[in-house]
């Protein structure tokens, strides 16, 4: 008999999203399920439904229209079931909920918490404090938006960067 298990794990971070670690997602997620979906929301307030990885990194990511949010899960819920919530405004900023049997669900909760650790940025202690709090009231999307530019360059065709 198989104890069946939840897990899910809220985290308010800073974290940079590139497109070798949204395909490293796509690899943990399609342990769980053969067939995954991702939905991408964009700053115009238009979200799209895709089947492939590929799809949402080959999405342009202006500041006309930026990804604000993406949920990566499994389409079919039938055994397990894994989700990963990213959002660029909204707290928690990413979370992850997994569904199956026991040692399925300690298995991708140590897999998933690898993935965040690659994501989350030096500057994540300051999220919830007081100095990020003035910080936040100080600074305009401009410096938020150079910051990105210089520590991560013109050449990365989607990230996420948390700044609110």
């Not at 769980?32 to 700053?43: A, I, P, V």
């Not at 389409?75 to 992850?96: F, I, M, R, W």
């Not at 910080?135 to 530019?149: G, M, Q, T, V």
């Amino acid at each position: 008999m198989k104890n069946e298990a939840s897990k899910t794990r809220s985290l308010d971070i800073a974290f940079v999203v590139t497109p070798d670690l949204l395909k490293r997602l796509a690899v943990i997620l399609g342990e769980t399920s053969h067939t995954l979906e991702y939905t991408t929301k964009f700053s115009d307030g238009t979200s799209v439904h895709y089947n492939k990885i590929e799809d949402v990194i080959g999405q342009p990511n202006s500041d006309e229209r930026s990804i604000v949010s993406l949920i990566a899960g499994t389409a079919d819920e039938t055994v397990k079931s894994a989700y990963v919530n990213l959002k660029k405004n909204d707290s928690p900023s990413l979370e992850y909920t997994i569904n199956g049997a026991q040692r399925d669900v300690i298995y991708f909760a140590d897999q998933l918490d690898d993935w965040v650790a690659a994501t989350r940025q030096w500057y994540s202690p300051f999220f919830s404090s007081k100095i990020w709090i003035l910080w936040r009231r100080a600074c305009s999307s401009f410096c938020c938006n150079l910051f990105a530019h210089l520590c991560m360059g013109p050449h990365i065709k989607i990230a996420f960067l948390r700044c609110v």
